[in-house]
T-cell receptor, first 112, second 111 residues
Framework: GEDVEQSLFLSVREGDSSVINCTYT??????LYWYKQEPGAGLQLLTY?????DMKQDQRLTVLLNKKDKHLSLRIADTQTGDSAIYFC????????????FGSGTRLSIRP | SQTIHQWPATLVQPVGSPLSLECTVE??????LYWYRQAAGRGLQLLFY??????ISSEVPQNLSASRPQDRQFILSSKKLLLSDSGFYLC??????????FGEGSWLTVV
């Protein structure tokens, strides 16, 4: 079945890079996403990557996709206090493209 | 542009009472619609999704139900709430494989 896994917590120092990792099970996934959730709010799309891409960069964000290992990562360069949030990885399995599956979320905290 | 609204934003309900959360999408037609729940300190759980009017797929058996009476309206209901139904409920939409967009969420506390 479809499953997406992430570590629950990550703590980084302000100004350092943050790397949030995710693994998924459906090798036929078409789209893979990263969402950000700030306290008490809904989810906002940060970025997404097609399954035929290896990397996507958008300002401070870099997404890496390793299809062989079914591993997705989000790197945030120069992490700021405003980056504190929960980050969700999600996949759109080809077998059911209407059904988006989310990971449990990684809570990113920033140390001064 | 497309927008999604859900209400109420917060709700405190006694155990055994009914529930109705409503979600509407504007600016698009025939969207896929979703209800997710986020329990305290936990990730997102897909509850229901719908690819068209009257078409509801349930992902998790429970005492909740969903209905889609109109193309852009999605309702989450319960006849009798349980304490374990407390959580943050998120409505979302997308078109086919495209990006999924979320509403602002509804906080439900069952007491």
């Amino acid at each position: 079945g479809e499953d997406v896994e992430q570590s629950l917590f990550l703590s980084v120092r302000e100004g350092d890079s943050s790397v949030i990792n995710c693994t998924y099970t459906d090798s036929s996934s078409t789209y893979l996403y990263w969402y950000k959730q700030e306290p008490g709010a809904g989810l906002q799309l940060l970025t997404y990557i097609f399954s035929n891409m290896d990397m996507k960069q958008d300002q401070r964000l870099t997404v890496l996709l390793n299809k062989k290992d079914k591993h997705l990562s989000l790197r945030i360069a120069d992490t700021q206090t405003g980056d504190s949030a929960i980050y969700f990885c999600a996949e759109a399995p080809y077998s059911s493209a209407s059904k988006i599956i989310f990971g449990s979320g990684t809570r990113l905290s920033i140390r001064p | 542009s497309q927008t999604i609204h859900q209400w109420p934003a917060t709700l405190v309900q006694p155990v055994g009472s009914p529930l109705s959360l409503e979600c509407t999408v504007e600016g698009t037609s025939n969207p896929n619609l979703y209800w997710y729940r986020q329990a305290a300190g936990r990730g997102l759980q897909l509850l229901f999704y719908s690819v068209g009017i009257g078409q509801i797929s349930s992902e998790v058996p429970q005492n909740l139900s969903a209905s889609r009476p109109q193309d852009r309206q999605f309702i989450l209901s319960s006849k009798k709430l349980l304490l374990s139904d407390s959580g943050f409920y998120l409505c979302a939409w997308n078109r086919g494989e495209n990006t999924i967009y979320f509403g602002e969420g509804s906080w439900l506390t069952v007491v």
